[in-house]
């Protein structure tokens, strides 16, 4: 036993980990979608956001305590409303996280060409996930030090850009503050979500973690607040030292609105971007890895004989799922071209699976009469929001393209 123990991570790696599966390279994409489509009020995106996820992580980590088994949305969900509804929850997660990896792979082949400008960004892009992929084939998977060591690239770029803002910041910018009403404040949660996709990771991992019961829950407070913190600040500074009308386009890349504001400082762009691109490649890479494991797992819960049949033989296996993986998120790279689309698809996909699984929670009597279930019921309403609006958003960048 103390072995097993031994080999379970502690709240602080916990935290890092959940921060890491957060932070990537969506918040690196979303300024300029807030800019152009919410103003100054974007901020307001992200403390609601913010709340929201903290709602549904609380009733994320219950049912991971609850029901402590191997499959987590799949098994959540199941709890009320069966095998067949679990593995559409379990399927929607899985391929609403691989979507958002090919948005991830769009920001590599960017921002390397910032090192690269003799290749094109779609094909940095390609190379970076082929390169992950292979990497995951083969093991290698980020140990405790590579997972503090990932944290501090992507961290750094982001206070690095705080500061670099606040130190040119000018509140007159902060006028008009809704210049597209304050619908469009809501609206824009499922844009403003995709930074927070991977919170439920530490959920997730609620049979790795020390003392589970009571550090589970402190790893999600404290990197959902951590990273609530850092979002906001890292928009804020943004918005108060640029002009809106300067942003490019709602695409446009980190360093292009650096290069708005500072023009003349190309070598702090540069380590900008160097940060960035490790933040980009290491959060891929932690994803195409845990989402392997949760495919297989889905796999193995499939009650087809062909599947079962693959397994066996071990050719349906954690080497194969992570090719599988890839080549959802190579499909999704090549076929979606919005932004707009990237985070529509994820969020309907990941939120869905969200709802479903802490709904789980209304159903167990002690959780009424325990009161728990006012957080549940909040987490559902405000997630249920945020993907009625991500299905809007969908049909109309759908329609754009009709």
Known sequence: MAENNSQKIGLSTATITGMNAMIGAGIFAVPAALATNV?????LAFIFVAISVWFVAQSLARAAQLYPEEGSFYTYTKQWAGHKMGLIASASYIIGLLMAMGIVTKMAGIFLQYFFPAVAAHTLGLIALGIIVLINVFGVSLSQLGQRILIFCTVFPILTTIGMCLSKANFSLLTPFAPYGYASVIKATSVVIFGFFGFESAASLFNVVKNPEKNVPKALNYSILLVGLLYTAFIGSIILSTPLTAIPSSEAALPEILKVTFPNHPWLISIVSLSIVSAILGTLHSVVWGVSHLMLSFFK????????????????NKKTTVILSGLVVLTAYLTIKKNDLFFGFAAVFIVFAYITSIAALLFVKEEWTSKRNIKTI????????MFGFAIQGVIAELAKLA
């Open 301 to 316: 819960k499939i009650k087809l004989p062909a599947i079962q049949n693959l397994i066996t033989k071990n050719m349906l």
């Open 378 to 385: 909040i987490g559902i309403i405000t997630a249920a929001v």
């Open 39 to 43: 103003g100054p009020a974007g901020i």
